[in-house]
């Protein structure tokens, strides 16, 4: 082959590289970038598709409307959020600057009615158009919902309220939130909050549970040792050379698992905990959803317990009064408490009662889901029982109501900032639980049996008397 | 002869099926305003495609696939520029049909004149007389100062010049041993070659300084016997691009665009990132001619055609459309090594050279695979000059695919 026949063919080659490089390239972008570059929130072919079709309602359980859409006078539909910043977290947003969040994310497919897409979809969608999406009925009370939101009384925080037996929320508010409706005017100003109020506290504040724990650690006791033995308590124990106090140091004396449990003494528990063992204490966390993605309509974090750690016995003491390094979200609680009232099953939570289309069918009901078997039938009963004392003559006191039984457990918790963290985790009427709440003051820095079972209470009161 | 015509016939006949389909897609499209013109000129240029390919196979005895793999071309163009502003379709099919007028002359005219090969100073000379009368001239459209403007017609100079720059390095190569005799003539070229382009980097078309340096250092790498002077040529555009990038911010503009352009989504990287949403939206099959929003992309009938081709019609189709290039730049390299004649050898080199670099700069420039440089696709994207530059470049392909009896003229 000659010089230049050789040049030649090295240059042709040269460009064919180019070409194929061109290919692959753009196969390599299609096939592993597009999705996330079609789905950016500047690209307008997601809104012009969006905003000729009718966006779904979203109302409560009892058909009151929270959010819905209306043609503006620029012949595309608007969104319009009727209640502030009432619903921030359970229904989030949908806007064409800032995207989406929330059940509007979670379920925009269902609110507009687009199905997957697949090639025979997209033809029906050209031959008949749709132009309006499904509604979303949601489990929420709206008078329960802005009720609780009242209660909290502009202080940081959550509460999660729910039916035990089915696990739907009625009320789910975290606190500080933000206006839904002047969300384009303080957009600024809410991403530089310190309180951060697009956090949702909810389902994501993991948090210290103090006491609130206890109720954990005395089925694991219940279950492994004997609930009756009498332990001596001096207002504090010492495990491994590190004392871990009562509350104010006050010793309880001879306590039994009732009994530690209705005044909430850690030194009975420290101890049981460290005898009970880490990995009975997981295990039975565990059960409870603690350690395990809860499956949810909305995005919710995952509680911890350490259990897979390398733990000393200082360590699993802490943790078994809820201490140190378990870290609880305030939704997670409420599958507690809700599966020792629902016979010790666990149900999954849901915020979506029905999906309603256009012409008013129901398309999809929830169905009610066990998600874990939590614990016995005798267990649960057991603890029901202790947590009616807790309420009637323990540190819940405050969360009483007149002839009604209440079940409930108190909780303080030590955190690093200082505050501790106030708790109050219950339900009622004990004997045929018909609602269970648990309440979160973040830094309250006042003991869960003076600040958060008051809320409690109130909640229980009004849900009893005003849910049919 | 008879096989010969059967087996273009096929092709021919496929590209008039597919160019009657596509046409039906765009008609249903706009049928409101659908009118008799419309169909007439959508006949017409079914008719003028199939008639060119027809008499060129009786005239020219040589390549008759690249004309078919342009014709091809100039149909997904059309269909996609009428889609997304009639009026623009119209006109690009006027300029089709003034194009192959152009090729036609063009061949006629490069076959039957001799003496191509020494006119180098005569293609140097226009070619600065052109870049001046730009500089004097010139009217700055899209932050490119590359147009006159001629009563109602603009014209791009540097698109003829690109020609003229082939020319140039065909000639010189062609009777290399006759200015070998000249000291330094090959630096003197080179001179040259960066005279050029600096004028285009007044002008701030950087896209065809890249293609006017791709042309160069291709023919200099095939035919310059100093090595050396290569390699200083490659070092010394290295070195003048990174003198460029920390001097001028429109060059620095287009590398940061490039490596991140989502952070400037708002302003300067508006554009590759409506290119990519485009691309992206497409998948492989498309959203079907009419269903997609390729008008959301800023010029998106001429830089950014290849974008809203892959939107609409799936980078299937893309795929498609860079094989045709891929084709027809082969097709250029085997005429150029089956003629034996330098001058038209070299000349064929260039001209398939320019094709392929310059669809590969705007190619991978809307896919964001290197950074964009405002360039348009031959035969592909709207506009005259470019559609009319490309058909001169193609009719002189045409000549250079024939057997040639120029020899003689006493080169080598």
């Known amino acids: ?468 | 002869m008879f096989k010969r015509r059967i087996n273009y016939r096929v092709p021919r006949n496929l590209l008039v099926l597919f160019e009657l389909l596509a046409l039906v897609l765009v008609f249903v499209y706009y049928k409101d305003d659908f009118n008799r013109n419309i169909l007439m000129l959508g006949a017409a240029l079914i008719a003028m495609i199939y008639i060119a390919s027809f008499v060129l196979l009786r005239i020219s005895s040589g390549d008759n696939y690249i004309f078919l793999i342009v014709t091809m071309l100039i149909s997904i163009g059309i269909i996609m520029i009428y889609r997304i502003d009639p009026e623009l379709g119209i006109k690009q099919i006027i300029w089709t049909g003034v194009g192959i007028l152009l090729f036609f002359i063009t061949y006629f005219i490069v076959k039957n004149i001799d003496g191509w090969r020494n006119w180098i100073l005569l293609y140097g000379g226009a070619s600065i007389g052109l870049f001046l009368l730009t500089l004097l001239f010139g009217n700055r459209i899209k932050g490119s100062l590359n147009w006159i403007v001629l009563g109602r017609f603009s014209f791009q100079p540097t698109e003829i010049i690109k020609i003229l720059l082939i020319f140039l390095l065909a000639s010189y190569y062609a009777n290399h041993e006759r200015y070998k005799r000249v000291q330094n003539s090959n630096y003197y070229l080179v001179g040259v070659l960066y005279l050029f382009i600096g004028f285009l980097f007044i002008q701030r078309d950087l896209g065809t300084v890249l293609l006017f340096y791709s042309i160069f250092s291709a023919i200099q790498f095939i035919y310059e016997e100093d090595r050396k002077l290569i390699l200083y040529n490659a070092l010394f555009f290295l070195i003048s691009g990174i003198i460029g990038y920390f001097t001028f911010s429109h060059v620095r503009v287009r590398f940061e665009t490039w490596l991140n352009p989502w952070i400037y989504i708002d302003n300067k990287g508006y554009q590759i990132t409506q290119s990519l949403f485009a691309i992206a939206t497409g998948g492989f099959f498309g959203t079907g001619i009419g269903l997609g929003y390729p008008d959301f992309i800023p010029e998106v009938h001429t830089d950014f055609i290849f974008s809203a081709i892959c939107e609409e019609m799936g980078i299937f189709t893309g795929i498609g459309l860079i094989m045709l290039f891929l084709i027809l730049v082969y097709r250029g390299f085997k005429i150029a090594l089956n003629q034996e004649d330098k001058f038209f050898k070299i000349v064929a080199l260039g001209i398939s050279v320019l094709f392929g670099i310059q669809s590969f700069i705007i190619f991978g420039g809307v896919l964001k695979m290197i950074p964009l440089t405002g360039i348009t696709i031959p035969f592909v994207s709207y506009g005259g000059s470019s559609m009319l530059a490309s058909f001169m470049a193609l009719g002189i392909l045409q000549v250079a695919s024939e057997d040639l009896d120029l020899e003689g003229i006493g080169d080598e």
């Open chain 1, 1 to 468: 082959m000659n010089k230049e026949l050789r040049r030649i063919l090295i240059i042709l080659t040269s460009i064919c590289t180019l070409f194929v490089s061109l290919i692959v390239y753009m196969s390599y972008f299609q096939i592993f970038r597009a999705e996330a570059v079609k789905n950016n929130s500047y690209n307008k072919r997601l809104w012009i598709d969006e905003e000729k079709i009718l966006r779904g309602s979203i109302i409560d359980r009892n058909g009151k409307i929270l959010a819905y859409s209306e043609k503006s006078n620029d012949d595309i539909y608007k969104r319009f959020y009727n209640y502030g910043g009432l619903y921030s977290h359970i229904i989030g947003y949908s806007y064409r600057e800032y995207g989406k969040v929330g059940l509007e994310l979670e379920y925009n497919n269902i609110l507009l009615n687009i199905d997957e897409t697949t090639p025979f979809h997209e033809l029906k969608s050209i031959v008949k158009p749709n132009t309006e999406g499904n509604t979303l009925k949601l489990t929420i009370d709206h008078h329960l919902q802005e009720y609780s939101r009242g209660l909290l009384g502009g202080k940081k925080g959550a509460i999660v309220a729910m039916d035990p037996k089915t696990a739907e929320v009625y009320a789910m508010v975290s606190f500080p939130d933000f206006n839904l409706s002047n969300l384009r005017e303080e957009w600024n100003d809410i991403m530089e909050d310190e309180d951060k109020p697009f956090f949702n506290r909810a389902t994501s504040g993991a948090y210290i549970p103090g006491s609130t724990f206890k109720v954990l650690t005395a089925m694991a006791i219940l279950e492994d040792l004997d609930p009756n033995s009498q332990y001596e308590c001096t207002g504090s124990v010492t495990i491994d050379g590190r004392t871990i106090n009562d509350y104010e140091g006050r010793a309880h004396g001879k306590v039994n698992l009732e009994e530690a449990l209705v005044k909430s003494c850690n030194s009975y528990f420290a101890s049981k905990g460290v005898q009970v063992g880490k990995d009975r204490l997981g295990k039975l966390a565990g059960d409870f959803m603690i350690n395990r993605q809860i499956p949810f309509d909305i995005p919710a974090a995952i509680s911890t317990f350490p259990n897979k750690e390398n733990l000393g016995k200082v360590d699993i003491a802490a943790a078994s009064i809820g201490q140190g390094k378990v870290l609880m979200t305030p939704l997670n609680m409420a599958l507690v408490v809700s599966g020792i009232a629902n016979k010790g099953e666990v149900l999954q939570p849901t915020l979506v009662k029905e999906i309603i289309s256009p012409e008013g069918e129901i398309i999809q009901n929830n169905e009610m889901e066990k998600i874990s078997n939590g614990v016995s039938i005798f267990t649960a009963n057991e603890i029901k029982n202790m947590m009616v004392e807790v309420v009637r003559r323990g540190t819940g006191t405050n969360a009483g109501i007149q002839n009604t039984r209440v079940a409930g457990k108190t909780g303080t918790a030590e955190n690093p900032s200082g505050k501790s963290h106030a708790w109050f985790a219950g339900f009622a009427p004990a004997d045929d639980p018909r609602i269970a709440v648990v309440v979160v003051l973040e830094e309250a820095g006042s003991t869960g049996g003076k600040a958060a079972a008051p809320i409690a209470r109130n909640i229980m009161v009004e849900a009893l008397n005003t849910l049919e």
